[in-house]
């Protein structure tokens, strides 16, 4: 057999590796990392949240975490202290205590070190986030833009900025290296619309091609052009800009300063004003399914697997961004259920206040709600950001082998859960989980992490497992068809 020669610096770094691992003495301490929840600028909607970060490696012994927020980045103004023993497993958090909240309607800097045993430090790492509880309370009063075609100074695939079906939200337009001076985008929206809300999403993931200085423009005809609003110093991958409704057809976007090489943004959304229409409702007993997806949708075949197992419901798909209390009541007939679907984006890419209407139904609605994976997850995030959190590794055992599927325990008696094999096993699809329970949930199921919760009096039911896929070691149907059944004959009268 021939040997293959590793170059000397492979070798190098591999047997330092290698020492540090085995010795543990010679480990440099790493930075942790403060992207599991809050992620770089998201909106925190409470004001004692948990923050989570995955841990650091290295030192000798056991890590404790050092963490300081404070009003700035300097660190100066505001600032508190804590200490934090590691969770060995992977990830730790700090739970601001309720008696100690932070101020509401602030940004937040934080930073985090690892100390050893023997008292030696890692690097800090430094995030921010912002904590806004009024954000989420109401239905976002807002309906989607889409526009029909866009154009742009230079670069491939600009049809990735409106590409809402793009779940992931990760494919993105990339103006030409070296580009011109002022890059731009044309949105035509078809029509004269007014627009009150702007949302931009560029690379959460890194720093390049964030739009740093740039403007909106709009025009009735696509020839003169008026200034909307104006960006000199963004730092940030998100920009939610909220204007004073503009009428107008074309909108342009032009960069003129910008992050890397050439600016590169993963999306556009506008906004406008008012309430979507509301369904009619079929004649008899139904399920409103909400969609989760970025496009609505729903993840999963959900509505198709309602009509399979319990053939006389009929099914309404919303997507989540139309949903809010106030189609519920506009609704002619309400629906038996409400099954809120799953998604497959990163909560810090997505645009969250649109799930604001989807939360005023999980605080309000009176009929049984079953959230499945991301509406699992929903549930929790309808009493504040950060009580779900990236796990920092995926779990899908969807297409897994049979060894690799987690066992579920069921820790309570509930009437969906009833012969279910203990443990049993069901698909699972996600990279986050919920961490922090809301006030009124309890824990139904668990695997390493909590896989089903129940709350306010029965009323609301969450699995992180998917018992609508259709697959053989799915042990969990059963949770959804009792859960439709029973909501069935309880809207029926005796
Ligand atoms: N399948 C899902 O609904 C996943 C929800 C969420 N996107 C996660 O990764 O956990």
Redesign the pocket.
Known sequence: MKSRMLPPLVLTVWIVGLSCAVALAQCPISAPRLTTNPNFDVVVTRVAPVLSFKNATGGQGKRVYEIQLARDKAFAVGRLDYTLPENPEGVSALAISEQKPLADGTRWYWRVRATDEKGAHGPWAVSRFSVDTASDKAFMDLTRAVPVSVKVSSGSDPKNLIDYTDQGLSTQWRAAPPGPDRAWVELDLGRRRTISRIWMLADSGSRDGWPVAFRWLASPDGVAWKEVVKVTDGDTYRFILDVDGVSARFWRLEISDWTGYAPGINELLLYSPGHPPVPSPPSGPYVLVIG?QHNGAT?TELAARVHEMVPELATVTVPYYEASMALYEALAKKPVAILL???????NDLPMFEYNGEFEIIRAAPVPILG????H?MLSFASGYTR?R??GH?DISAMEKPDRYAEIRTLVDDPLFKGLPQPFTAPE?????VYDLPPGFEVVAESTYIQAVRGRDGRLYGTQF?PEIKVSYNQAENVLRRFLRDALSRSQPR
């Open positions: 989760n993840f679907s799953g998604n497959n984006a990163d909560y499945i994976c991301a509406g997850q779900v990236s796990m995926s699809v996600h990279g986050w989980a998917h």
